[in-house]
């Protein structure tokens, strides 16, 4: 493999995956701080429905949704910082879960804003804070999710994952307006179900909306997911052999002991092992020459700090 080759390869792995991750910090700070700024201003709004201000108006389901994201992109924030020193954004199963959740759920807020409540009544949809969080928070919080390098294909059980919010606010909705009733200190009917459809109806309707957004969601994230994946292993789509391989199992080790943290090495397992199956190669025969390049370049910082000190 020639030095140009190789070089390009390297600049996709350390370039191209720390600016993902410098977008993905960019778009989680300022989710917080909108989502923040949008949940305390419906806490100190007195609405026209509720005739009063204060937590009650967390019967609203944009501000579950906007605090369920705020909460979200908080636990994603340290892995994005994480991502722009090791050039590579890796989330934990369980962070990118709760992304995906909180993205479903405040996507649907922007989706049902967008098709229905636009319509009836604009300036409830758009005025004031409502713009914050019915479209930039939802916005922002999508990009965020699909600058995620998770790696994670998500099929059809994740889509049904990916409701349970809203389905536990729906259920939790209907109990409070429809059965315990706003008469006897339960929720007003605030979406105004009842004059459109009964909840024989309009449940199930809004619970394919809700699954459709998910599905979406899903599937434009394992496009991106693929797109990534293929543009990454077009750099060794051509012949190679087995020693140019090896060279490049030994420079992807040494990008590891350049930009991570000593005691915290991060093994691109994914790459190694495409690359072996690529090339009819034992992950082992890959596995050797990286960890030469990781220890090569980790003795090379050592040697190098105290002369930084001085």
């Known amino acids: 493999m020639d030095a140009q080759k190789g070089s390009h390869s390297k600049e996709y792995l350390t370039v191209l995956l720390r600016r993902r991750s410098a977008v993905a910090l960019c778009c989680v700070v300022l989710t917080l701080m909108l989502a923040f700024f949008g949940v305390i201003e419906g806490v100190n709004r007195t609405t026209t429905v509720l005739k009063e201000n204060g937590f009650a108006s967390f019967v609203y389901y944009t501000m ?7 909460l979200a ?6 892995f ?8 590579r954004f890796i989330l934990p199963k369980w962070v990118a879960l709760m992304h995906y959740l909180a993205a479903t759920s405040i ?16 300036e409830n949809a758009f005025g004031g804070a409502n713009f914050v969080t019915h479209i930039i928070c939802p ?13 994670h294909v998500y099929v ?10 809203f389905s536990i606010y729906l259920v939790v909705y209907l109990i409070e307006v429809f059965v315990i009733g706003e008469s006897n200190g339960g929720w007003p009917d605030i979406y105004q179900i009842q004059e459109f459809a009964s909840p024989a109806l309009a449940v199930p309707a809004l619970l394919l909306l809700a699954f459709a957004v998910s599905a979406a969601i899903a599937l434009f994230s394992n496009r991106l997911t693929n797109r990534r994946k293929a543009k990454m292993y077009r750099l060794w789509q ?11 199992a030994y420079g992807i080790g040494q990008m590891a002991g350049r930009s991570s943290e000593k005691n915290i090495i991060l093994i691109p397992y994914d790459i190694l092992k495409y690359l072996a199956d690529r090339y009819h190669l034992k992950i082992e025969d890959l596995m050797n020459p990286f960890i030469t390049g990781l220890l090569i370049e980790l003795k090379e910082r050592d040697r190098e700090e105290p002369m930084r000190r001085t």
Do not use: H
């Open 64 to 70: 579950f949704s906007n605090t369920f994201a705020a």
């Open 73 to 78: 992109v908080a636990f994603a924030f340290p």
């Open 80 to 87: 994005t910082v994480e991502g722009i020193r090791n050039k």
């Open 107 to 122: 996507a649907i807020t922007m989706v049902f804003v967008l098709a229905f409540m636009s319509w009836a009544s604009p």
């Open 139 to 151: 916005a922002l919080i999508l990009i965020t999710f699909f600058q995620m390098e998770n790696g």
């Open 156 to 165: 059809w059980k994740d889509w049904l994952i990916g409701i349970v919010p």
């Open 238 to 248: 051509e012949d190679m052999d087995p020693i140019e391989v090896r060279i490049e």
